[in-house]
């Protein structure tokens, strides 16, 4: 199948599995003599995992690690064990960061009632008072101040990917 078919069938953009091939995810194709990319049924496969992986959220590193399990069956799965044991930790982390995002823009919404003019609304003037206290530089520690992942399915992407995080064919879902 050429990559437009590929891209159907999986549901994945053309673009990102370009990158996946670059990345060394996804084995380079085959030509035609017409010098078009031709997948088989492995790809295919293939393809859905790393999807899969990426609809859990795990990293492009992650994900490697994983396909070289998967490539070599008679390893040893205690390793893949802890991977996914970190990553379990990490999702952890994410959501209690979300839900103290959670808590923080419930008392934001609290802070402002129907039918005021917007010189006097509290979610405007506790944002703007946020803005002026916070730091927004990144921390030496390199700790986010915004969770990552957390609503990239609702933002408007632009050809499949996150605006949020701009053109980012990894971030294809």
Not at 12 to 28: D, K, P
Not at 40 to 57: N, V, W, Y
Request: charge should be positive; hydrophobic fraction near 30%.
């Amino acid at each position: 199948m050429k990559i437009g078919q590929l891209a159907a069938a999986t549901g994945t953009q053309v673009e990102t599995i370009r990158y996946y091939e670059r990345q060394g995810l996804l084995s380079v194709a085959g030509r035609t003599d017409g010098n078009y990319r031709v997948y088989d049924e492995s790809h295919k496969q293939r393809l859905a995992f790393i999807r899969h992986c990426r609809c859990l959220d795990m990293t492009l590193d992650e994900i490697r690690t994983l396909l070289g399990y998967k490539d070599s069956p008679r390893g040893n799965c205690g390793e893949v064990d802890e991977l996914l044991d970190e990553h379990i930790g990490h999702v952890t982390t994410r959501i209690q960061e979300l839900k103290a995002l959670a808590k923080e823009l419930r008392a934001l919404r609290a802070s402002c009632s129907v039918g005021r003019a917007t010189a006097e609304c509290g979610i405007l003037e506790g944002l703007e008072r946020a803005a002026r206290e916070h730091d927004h530089a990144a921390p030496a520690g390199g700790q986010r101040h915004h969770v990552g992942g957390s609503h990239h399915e609702r933002l408007a992407t632009r050809k499949g990917h996150d605006a949020a995080k701009g053109p980012d064919p990894v971030r294809d879902r």
